[in-house]
C-alpha cells in the first residue's frame, strides 16, 4: 500500500469554481502534513501547511482528520492561475523533512 | 537570497556511463535532502544530510548512487554505472536546522536525467 494516495485528476474546473482535493495516507502516526503546488517543469513549492485544527490561507482551506486519516484541500473562487499539480506530502516523522510525496492531483482551471 | 540550485538541469548519458549530480542549497541551510521522481510514480526520497553527515540514507535504491556533502555546503549525487531505470527527475531541497515539525523545505528545480 502506497504511503500517501491521491486522485491524479485531472480536476477540470470553470474559473470562479470551489474544487476539493483529499489524499490519505497510511501511518497513523504520521507527525505533520503540507500541500505543494508544482508547475509544470518546476519544482514543488510549500502551499500551506495543515495543522490538526484546520487552517486557512486567503482561498485556500486545508483540513486533517487524524482519525480518517486523510487530509483535504479546498479553493475557492478558483483562478486560472491556479492551474498546477497540487501534491500531498506527509512528514512520518517529528523533526526534519523526511516527506512521503503523493502522486498528485492536476487541476486545470479553465475560462 | 538565492534558493536551491541544482546542475545540471538536463543530462542525457548512455547506459553504463557516470553523471554527477551537484545540489548548492540555500546558504546556512543545515539540512539537505536528495529526492527523485522517476516517470509516471511519485517523488520519493533517497537520502539527508545534516551538514556533511549522513542522517537518513533509507531510500538510496542500490550501491551505484553516491552521495557527498564534504564540508556541508553542496552535494553531489553520483551514479555510476547508470541504468535506463534511472532516468528521472532528481530534485535537491534544504531547510534550515534544529527540531521542527513544519520547517519548511525548499526545493530546487531539479535535474532531468535521461539514460539511453
Known amino acids: 500500500r502506497k504511503e500517501v494516495e491521491q486522485d491524479p485528476g485531472p480536476f477540470n474546473v470553470p474559473e470562479g469554481a470551489t474544487v476539493a482535493f483529499n489524499c490519505t495516507y497510511s501511518?497513523?502516526?504520521?507527525?505533520?502534513f503540507f500541500w505543494y503546488r508544482q508547475d509544470c517543469r518546476k519544482e514543488p513549492k510549500l502551499l500551506m501547511s495543515?495543522?490538526?485544527s484546520g487552517n486557512e490561507d486567503g482561498r485556500f482551506t486545508a483540513q486533517l482528520n487524524r482519525a480518517s486519516q486523510y487530509i483535504s484541500l479546498l479553493i475557492r473562487d478558483s483562478k486560472l492561475s491556479d492551474s498546477a499539480t497540487y501534491l500531498c506530502?506527509?512528514?512520518?516523522?517529528?523533526?526534519?523533512?523526511?516527506?512521503?510525496f503523493g502522486s498528485g492531483t492536476k487541476l486545470n482551471v479553465k475560462p | 537570497e538565492a534558493g536551491v540550485t541544482q546542475f545540471p538541469s538536463h543530462s542525457v548519458i548512455e547506459k553504463g556511463q557516470t553523471v554527477t549530480l551537484r545540489c548548492d542549497p540555500i546558504?546556512?541551510?543545515?539540512?539537505l535532502y536528495w529526492y527523485r521522481r522517476v516517470m509516471g510514480k511519485e517523488i520519493k526520497f533517497l537520502l539527508h544530510?545534516?551538514?556533511?553527515?549522513?542522517?537518513?540514507e533509507s531510500g538510496m535504491p542500490n550501491n551505484r548512487f553516491l552521495a557527498e556533502r564534504t564540508g556541508g555546503t553542496y552535494s553531489t549525487l553520483k551514479v555510476q554505472p547508470a541504468e535506463l531505470e534511472d532516468s528521472g527527475v532528481y530534485f535537491c531541497?534544504?531547510?534550515?536546522?534544529?527540531?521542527?515539525?513544519?520547517?519548511?523545505?525548499?526545493f530546487g528545480q531539479g535535474t532531468r536525467l535521461t539514460v539511453v
Open positions: 544530510f545534516v551538514k556533511e553527515s549522513k542522517q537518513d
Open positions: 506530502v506527509v512528514n512520518p516523522q517529528y523533526n526534519f523533512n523526511k516527506f512521503y
Open positions: 531541497a534544504s531547510s534550515q536546522g534544529g527540531q521542527g515539525v513544519n520547517t519548511e523545505a525548499f
Open positions: 495543515v495543522y490538526s
Open positions: 546558504s546556512g541551510h543545515d539540512n
Open positions: 501511518n497513523s502516526a504520521s507527525q505533520s
